[in-house]
């Protein structure tokens, strides 16, 4: 096995790392996140209109996998690439692995923003250039961490793991504001917008990064790919069916399919774990997992995300549904709106983000990610003090809170674990880091949905029947709608249409009501005080979970040890047969106010 080193042939290894190159590196990998980030969060915003310019009803029930599609799919390709794509980083340079992310995203973001078709075939369409245009961002973001690891010193990485994360917040919340202003005015604007980013980011990359890192040469281990593509795929899928109805269940976790798909995405990858462990050129190391800031700062992260990726949605949904109308808002303006009172949500991210990135280059990371993890499991639950018509003071205090606790967790664990790979590792290991978090959100929404839509199930249909009859809809109507899944109501509510004329719309009973009775019952209070209280209690009890994980990641980050840093030198064969006993016997070093020295 032949272990090589690409250096810059314009200047020393250490003018480069100390020099302008590591901002070169930042400011580039920084516009690769925001670009990605901003391509996210701008179709919360923008589905409705672009579900009306393709003239498909996304809450239709034949219609409901194509809108779970082009919302979750993107999510799902970053999710099962990264591993495999950072991987191939290591082997064949990151930089070129990069630059190709940059130059995918691009082509697709074009092939989006002339969509064409109209109906399914729009749809289909979409989904399909949003699936290749994830892998583009499975390229960027599996490759972006490693690269900055390369170019910082150890010193410095939780600086630059801080100040790459703002673009990543910044990035959902510029989305959301983008999305509310371009996409009423041409929903094609919404794909186009990423285009000169691209293009002037993949230039950039091509002309001004170079591979630095330690890189081994070794065959792709194609059977370790496959099982773990197939897992993964399988899992999240049926963690993403498990969103719709099915058999007269509010959940579609009576769906045999899903069941097959989660539990035999499970088994599956189990079999690649076992591939894994006698493959000679394995896709992940396990050895990796014997490090003990790796795979604490792994589980952490793993459960951080899981605790809040589904809660930043019901959030949403809380405002969109409940709040916002009842302030006056139309349902049709709740989307932008949302984003805009979730302000403070990036504010504290923004503050906290790169201050404990710096922190941690200095104190190391297990106190201040441990502390954020301990700062937002509290938020969660003091939300549940709120009521659900709340003062936005205090929900503005306490999203702030959980951000600066989320931002004094993110740069000093992301910093930690890069930290502590193998040189020739640093691609797969960002990628695994990476999976787990992606994995853990679509999880996350997975359950939080689940939770609140049984929560909803128990109540909504009798508040609905009620009130629906008390405000003269005939009962035969009032029955048929108060039956209708919960989830349909909550999409409503998050796609910005009004959940009571879509409810109420095929049955025809509006038009047998005066229309002061029909303004009354489609209007911005009916709804929102019907499905309150429901909904207060479904929420109550994802808050509950999300503060359990957020406890159990705790604990994790409290284990991860002092802070340390991998030796310069790539040990592929120790990891490979993962000989590796204690952090020691892969040439761990430890950071020291005064020096480094040999662990």
Do not use: C
């Not at 590196?25 to 990605?36: I, P, Y």
């Not at 959902?172 to 929903?187: H, T």
């Not at 404990?356 to 441990?370: E, F, I, N, Y």
Request: aromatic share 12%; glycine share 12%.
């Amino acid at each position: 096995m032949t272990t090589t080193m690409t250096l810059d042939r314009a200047r020393p290894e250490a003018s480069r790392r100390e020099g302008h190159y590591k901002w070169i590196a930042l400011s580039n990998t920084t516009l690769g996140v925001l670009m990605v980030t901003i391509n996210q969060s701008i179709l919360l915003i923008s589905l409705p209109d672009i579900f009306r310019g393709i003239n498909l009803n996304p809450l239709t029930p034949s219609n409901t996998s194509y809108f779970l599609w082009v919302f979750m799919g993107f999510l799902l390709v970053t999710a099962v690439l990264v591993v495999s794509l950072g991987r191939v980083g290591d082997m064949y340079g990151r930089v070129k692995m990069y630059n190709l992310g940059f130059a995918v995203f691009t082509l697709f973001s074009v092939l989006l923003s002339v969509t064409w078709l109209s109906g399914t075939a729009g749809a289909l369409w979409i989904i399909v250039m949003r699936v290749f245009q994830g892998v583009g961002g499975a390229f960027l973001f599996a490759n972006s961490s490693a690269i900055l690891t390369d170019a910082f010193p150890s010193d410095e990485r939780g600086k630059a793991m801080g100040i790459n994360g703002i673009a990543a917040v910044s990035g959902s919340f510029l989305g959301l504001v983008l999305g509310g202003v371009l996409a009423p005015i041409e929903w094609h604007l919404v794909f186009l917008v990423s285009v000169p980013f691209g293009l002037f980011g993949t230039v950039w990359a091509y002309r001004k990064l170079q591979d630095n890192g330690i890189r081994v040469r070794a065959k792709i281990d194609w059977l370790g790919n496959a099982t773990f593509a197939v897992g993964l795929v399988a899992l999240l899928t049926g963690i993403i069916y498990s969103l719709l109805p099915y058999g007269g269940h509010p959940t579609g976790w009576t769906n045999p399919w899903v069941l097959l798909g989660v539990f035999g995405g499970v088994a599956i990858l189990g079999l690649f774990l076992f591939i894994e462990t006698r493959a000679p050129s394995p896709m992940f190391r396990l050895g990796l997992f014997r490090i003990r800031a790796f795979t604490a700062g792994n589980i952490a992260g793993l459960l951080g995300a899981l605790g809040r990726g589904g809660l930043q949605f019901m959030l949403i949904i809380w405002l969109q549904g409940i709040w916002l109308p009842q302030h006056g808002y139309s349902f049709s303006q709740t989307p932008l709106w949302a984003g805009i009172f979730m302000v403070p949500l990036t504010v504290g991210f923004l503050v906290m983000g790169p201050v404990s990135g710096v922190l941690s280059d200095r104190l190391g990371a297990r106190g201040l990610a441990t502390a954020g993890l301990m700062v937002s499991g509290s938020a969660f639950l003091l939300l549940e003090l709120l009521p659900m018509n709340f003062s936005y003071l205090w929900f503005a205090l306490l999203i702030f809170l959980f951000a600066i606790g989320m931002g004094l967790f993110f740069s000093p664990n992301q910093a930690s674990v890069m930290n502590s790979l193998p040189p020739d590792q640093r691609g797969a290991g960002s990628g695994m880091l990476n999976t787990f978090q992606n994995s853990a959100t679509v999880l996350s929404m997975g359950l939080f949905f689940t939770i609140v839509t049984l929560g909803l199930a128990a109540d909504l249909p009798t508040h609905l029947y009620q009130g629906l009859t008390a405000a003269g809809v005939a009962p035969a109507a009032a029955r048929l709608v108060a039956n209708e899944p919960p989830i349909g109501s909550l999409f409503s509510a998050f796609l910005g249409f009004n959940p009571v004329k879509e409810l109420l719309g095929p049955t025809g009973a509006l038009a047998h009501m005066t229309a002061h009775q029909a303004a009354y019952v489609t209007g911005r209070s009916f709804f929102p005080r019907l499905i309150e209280q429901p909904f207060a209690n479904g929420l109550h009890l994802a808050f509950d979970f999300a503060a359990g994980a957020t406890l159990i990641a705790v604990i994790a980050s409290a284990l991860r040890g002092n802070r340390y840093v991998h030796s310069a030198q790539p040990v592929p064969v120790e990891l490979a047969e993962g000989a590796a006993e204690s952090a020691s016997a892969v040439g761990l070093v430890e950071e020291t106010p005064v020096g480094v020295a040999a662990r």
